[in-house]
C-alpha cells in the first residue's frame, strides 16, 4: 500500500514526533507507516488523514501488489 | 480486543515485578547450589516463567498498535520455535536406561515456557528496533 503521509506532513508542515503526539502513538510507528513496514489500522488511518487534514484516500492508496 | 480479553494489559509497572520475580529465582538457584552443591532449576524456572509472562504480556512505554503487532508476531515465531528446541533437547537427553527402560532427564513444561518466552522476548526487541 502506497501512503503519501509524508507529503500530507510537509504540506501541513508537522514533523513525525508532532503527528505521534497527536494520534497517540510512537514517532518509530509514524516511520513504519512512511516507510511501508507498517500497516495501520483503519482508526489509525482515519486520525493521522484528520491531523493532516486531507481525506484517507488522499493519504493510502492500493497497489496492484495489494490484490 | 478491549475491555475483558484486552491483549498485553497488564500495567507497565508489572515488568519490575516480574524482574522481581527472576532475581528471586536466579537467588533461590544460587543459595541451593551453594548449601546442597545441588543444581536444582525447579523454583528457577518456575519463577522465570511467571516473570517472563509478566514482563513479556504488560504494556510498554508507548503502547500503540504496532508494537501489538509486533508483540503477536514475536509470540507467533516463539511458540513453534521453542517447541522445536523442546522436542530436540528432549531427543538428544531424554535418554532411556537400557536395563529398565526408564526415562530420564525430560525438559519441564515451566522449562520449555521459559524458553519459548525468551525467545518470544529476544525476538520482540529484535524486530521493534529493526522496523
Not at chain 2, 105 to 119: F, H, P
Amino acid at each position: 500500500m502506497k501512503n503519501l503521509i509524508k507529503v500530507g506532513r510537509a504540506r501541513s508542515n508537522i514533523t513525525q514526533a508532532e503527528l505521534a503526539d497527536k494520534v497517540k502513538v510512537s514517532r518509530q510507528t509514524i516511520n513504519s507507516i512512511e516507510t511501508g513496514k507498517f500497516t495501520p489500522s483503519t482508526v489509525l488511518a482515519l486520525k493521522i488523514a484528520e491531523v493532516l487534514q486531507v481525506n484517507v484516500n488522499e493519504l493510502f492508496q492500493l497497489e496492484d501488489s495489494d490484490w | 480486543m478491549n475491555g475483558t480479553f484486552g491483549v498485553f494489559a497488564y500495567s507497565h509497572k508489572m515488568k519490575i515485578v516480574g524482574t522481581l520475580l527472576i532475581i528471586w529465582g536466579i537467588y533461590a538457584f544460587i543459595s541451593k547450589y551453594r548449601q546442597h552443591d545441588l543444581l536444582d532449576l525447579n523454583l528457577l524456572s518456575g519463577l522465570s516463567c511467571w516473570g517472563l509472562v509478566f514482563i513479556f504480556f504488560s504494556k510498554e512505554k508507548i503502547d500503540d498498535e504496532r508494537i501489538h503487532q509486533v508483540k503477536f508476531q514475536a509470540l507467533a515465531w516463539a511458540v513453534p520455535a521453542g517447541l522445536v528446541i523442546t522436542h530436540l533437547i528432549n531427543y538428544f537427553f531424554l535418554s532411556q536406561e537400557p536395563a529398565s527402560g526408564k526415562l530420564t532427564g525430560s525438559i519441564s513444561a515451566y522449562q520449555s515456557l521459559v524458553i519459548i518466552l525468551l525467545l518470544a522476548f529476544g525476538l520482540f526487541h529484535y524486530l521493534k528496533y529493526k522496523n
